[in-house]
């Protein structure tokens, strides 16, 4: 196993423990990957949603990963679960808030996070993409775009999540090379974010290729991930929808790690899996609750990529 750190794989995340979590019917129509809440009741729903962060948290810290928990006791925001589209933070002090889709999810954002991001690690400047909501501009953070840290490439799929304008903006400010493209489930729908179609780590990318629209652009994408040594790990549309590509690598106390849902590593091949364990060991995470909501457990975990203090 290989031990070195990388600038993919943070070794600190930000978690949002949720004491009213319901999926949230204000992104239902264009999140394919969602469940309906009808007929359960909800009290059970938010306490086996606040047991599972709970020990998702508890695991990663078990392993060397620090996790800062943050409470939402409010019930305006049912996704506040996914911190990860609302801000995101860069080698060299720097972190960006998001313009969110849904009007439920832009409660979202807190001052307690970003003020204890300036406490405890270096940050030298917030810029805040906000106010494009007013003219209907949205770029919904590492959720929209998967990125490449090592190669300085955002990934996005083309959807109302993720404008084109704010992603070159984004790109700008941030020293990435946009890479957009188009990208539909098996039922012609677009994929509403990006992190559950791919992810990258240091060494590999699991990426579900069949639903990227274009051949010429899904051969350019295949090719770019090659060229930078890493091995491409081919999902089914059937492994995408039970988020086996929702994954995320972090650093740990005793080298890199893949963290990824109970629900997503059932769903992998012996094969897929004996690549992955080549490099990093696969860390389940038991959440099936919060995947009611569309999303798993890269959305889950904000990571932070700053120096600490």
């Not at 400047?125 to 007013?134: A, H, K, M, P, R």
């Not at 995408?240 to 992998?268: D, K, P």
Request: with cysteine.
């Amino acid at each position: 196993m290989i031990h070195r750190s990388s600038i993919q794989a943070p070794g600190a995340v930000v978690i949002i423990r949720p004491h009213h979590f319901s999926p949230n019917q204000e992104t239902a129509s264009d999140n394919a990957y969602q469940r309906s809440a009808v007929g359960w009741d909800l009290k059970v729903v938010a306490q086996a949603a606040y047991n599972e962060v709970t020990m998702a948290a508890t695991t990663l810290e078990e392993h060397g990963v620090t996790a800062h928990i943050f409470e939402d006791e409010t019930t305006e925001t049912p996704d506040s679960v996914f911190p990860n589209n609302w801000f995101s933070t860069h080698a060299g002090g720097h972190v960006a808030l998001y313009p969110m889709y849904a009007r439920n999810r832009r409660k979202e954002r807190r001052q307690d996070v970003i003020e204890m991001l300036k406490q405890y690690y270096r940050v030298q400047d917030v810029i805040d993409y906000s106010g494009l909501e007013q003219d209907n501009i949205f770029l919904e953070g590492t959720g929209a775009m998967v990125l490449d840290h090592i190669d300085r490439v955002a990934y996005a799929i083309k959807s109302n999540r993720t404008d084109p304008l704010a992603l070159e903006r984004f790109c700008t400010h941030f020293n990435f090379e946009p890479m957009a493209f188009e990208a539909k489930d098996a039922n012609g729908v677009a994929v509403y974010h990006t992190n559950v179609l791919m992810c990258i780590t240091t060494d590999f990318v699991l990426i579900g290729l069949g639903m990227i629209s274009c051949p010429d652009r899904r051969q350019e994408i295949v090719r770019r991930f090659e060229q930078s040594g890493r091995e491409v790990i081919a999902l089914s549309d059937q492994q995408i929808a039970n988020f086996a590509a929702n994954a995320i690598e972090l650093q740990g106390a005793t080298g890199r790690l893949l963290a990824l849902s109970a629900r997503a590593y059932n769903v992998l091949t012996l094969p897929q899996k004996a690549i992955i364990e080549r490099t990093v060991p696969l860390v389940p995470l038991h959440v099936p609750t919060i995947e009611m909501a569309g999303g798993s457990v890269r959305c889950m975990l904000a990571g932070i990529h700053l120096s600490a203090r």
